[in-house]
């Protein structure tokens, strides 16, 4: 969901550098960054295939199909929601624990068949509608800022490990590292606010043109602001490496600087 290869990119560059104190542990900082176990393959392929095929595929196929059959929107849409639960009692049976995507894709298409059953039917209230779910997305993501993790927290998790449990653990220790942290509340802000701003613009802008220009425009929209958000994920995430690269770096220089110095002083004092 949302820009799968992007977020991914980003998030594994960040979890090369950065992270804080995990507010469920009380864990100490460190900048010691835990190893990546080696990924499996299979697991990975597997795993999203059954996540992208009933958080996705599944639920576009089954609200087309009930349209086509007469459900009115909001009955469609709430039919297709059961997919991703699905997905969920799958994720959990087979991880023992919740799928992240599984719950952001139901919460999205419950917010969705909520929202198209309120107010007007038109194609301009149609525009507004579709401009608010993205908002409710951003605004979202800036509530899970006072959550103990953000949301690209659990995002990152899904897109940079392959769901077993030695990855997982990898991925959550990584919120021990040195600015790891502070990366993740920054895409989580980032892209909260991109999407608020985004959907307050498209509302503009379907009462200022026409609904023609809008039903042009408004996908145009959508996919430029999740291009840009994508891209600047990536760059982030690389930033955020080298910048984790450098400190490390400077960190063991100053440690083997501090610990010849201590071999130094001993042999000095004899010498005196």
């Known amino acids: 969901m949302l820009t799968q290869d992007s977020t991914s990119q980003g998030a594994s560059s960040a979890s090369e550098s950065e992270s804080d104190t995990d507010t469920d542990t009380q864990a100490p900082q460190t900048g010691e960054r835990p190893k990546a176990p080696a990924r499996s393959k299979r697991a990975a392929i597997l795993g999203w295939a059954v996540t992208l095929s009933l958080n996705v595929v599944a639920p576009i196929i089954t609200y087309k199909a009930l349209r086509d059959h007469g459900f009115s929107e909001f009955a469609a849409l709430l039919i297709s929601s059961a997919w991703p639960v699905v997905d969920g009692a799958v994720h959990l049976a087979w991880r023992r624990r919740l799928d992240e995507l599984a719950i952001v894709t139901l919460v999205f298409i419950v917010i969705t068949a909520v929202v198209s059953t309120v107010g007007a039917h038109s194609a301009r209230a149609l525009l507004i509608k579709d401009s608010c779910v993205t908002g409710l997305f951003g605004v979202l993501c800036l509530a899970t800022l006072l959550a103990p993790r953000p949301l690209m927290f659990y995002l990152g998790r899904k897109f940079a490990t392959d769901g077993t449990e030695a990855s997982t653990a990898w991925w959550n220790g990584l919120w021990h590292v040195d600015g790891f942290r502070k990366a993740m509340m920054t895409m989580t802000t980032v892209w909260g606010v991109a999407y608020c701003i985004e959907s307050a613009v498209r509302v503009v802008l379907s009462y200022s043109l026409s609904t023609d220009t809008m039903v042009v425009l408004s996908p145009v929209l959508i996919y430029a602001v999740l291009g840009s958000?994508?891209?600047?994920?990536?760059?982030?995430?690389?930033?955020?490496?080298?910048?984790?690269?450098?400190?490390?770096?400077?960190?063991?220089?100053?440690?083997?600087?501090?610990?010849?110095?201590?071999?130094?002083?001993?042999?000095?004092?004899?010498?005196?």
Do not use: I
Not at 244 to 263: D, L, P, Q, S, T
């Open 229 to 272: 958000l994508g891209t600047w994920t990536a760059l982030y995430g690389k930033r955020s490496r080298r910048k984790g690269e450098a400190r490390a770096a400077a960190a063991a220089a100053a440690a083997a600087e501090a610990e010849a110095e201590a071999k130094a002083e001993p042999a000095a004092a004899a010498e005196g």
